[in-house]
């Protein structure tokens, strides 16, 4: 199974989802991928937010190897399950989408809400590693069924 995790710049909470996602799938000895993305190009080829690292660290995740890249539509055909963060980040990815089954591949990452962007305040990163991780935790077992 392939999975891309997709935010605005991706250097905040995509690495955040994809590191933990990552760090639980090799945990629980499961052959899926994991990557991120942001619907934006300014931070291509950048580490993460060193917030993002940080607080993924104090976790024992390391995130500090990722480099952001720009979601592609070619990016359909690579994975299984595309997971946004926000409304935003969903219309986004939707309007590169070129089918139904493109866009059947799609979904908001928390089911009833957004993940907030961290990157204006400092305080918001330890909340949003929390709820990311839980839902990546929610996840795996939704995705193993």
Same mark, same amino acid.
């Given at each position: /199974? +392939?999975? *891309?995790?997709?935010?605005? #710049?991706?250097?905040?909470?995509?690495?955040? %989802?994809?590191?933990? /996602? +990552?760090? *639980?799938?090799?945990?629980? #000895?499961?052959?899926?991928?994991?990557?991120? %993305?942001?619907?934006?190009?300014?931070?291509?080829?950048?580490?993460?937010?060193?917030?993002?690292?940080?607080?993924?660290?104090?976790?024992?995740?390391?995130?500090?190897?990722?480099?952001?890249?720009?979601?592609?539509?070619?990016?359909?055909?690579?994975?299984?399950?595309?997971?946004?963060?926000?409304?935003?980040?969903?219309?986004?990815?939707?309007?590169?989408?070129?089918?139904?089954?493109?866009?059947?591949?799609?979904?908001?990452?928390?089911?009833?809400?957004?993940?907030?962007?961290?990157?204006?305040?400092?305080?918001?990163?330890?909340?949003?590693?929390?709820?990311?991780?839980?839902?990546?935790?929610?996840?795996?077992?939704?995705?193993?069924?």
């Amino acid at each position: /199974m +392939k999975i *891309l995790m997709v935010c605005l #710049g991706n250097i905040c909470r995509s690495p955040l %989802a994809h590191g933990i /996602m +990552k760090h *639980l799938v090799e945990q629980e #000895g499961l052959d899926w991928q994991i990557d991120s %993305a942001g619907t934006g190009d300014w931070h291509v080829g950048q580490q993460p937010d060193k917030r993002s690292i940080a607080v993924a660290k104090k976790y024992g995740v390391d995130i500090a190897t990722q480099r952001a890249q720009c979601f592609r539509s070619d990016f359909f055909e690579r994975y299984d399950h595309i997971f946004v963060m926000d409304d935003n980040n969903f219309r986004d990815v939707m309007a590169l989408a070129k089918s139904e089954e493109d866009k059947a591949k799609v979904r908001m990452f928390l089911s009833q809400d957004t993940v907030p962007d961290p990157y204006f305040d400092e305080h918001q990163f330890e909340p949003v590693y929390q709820m990311i991780d839980k839902r990546c935790r929610e996840l795996i077992r939704e995705l193993r069924k």
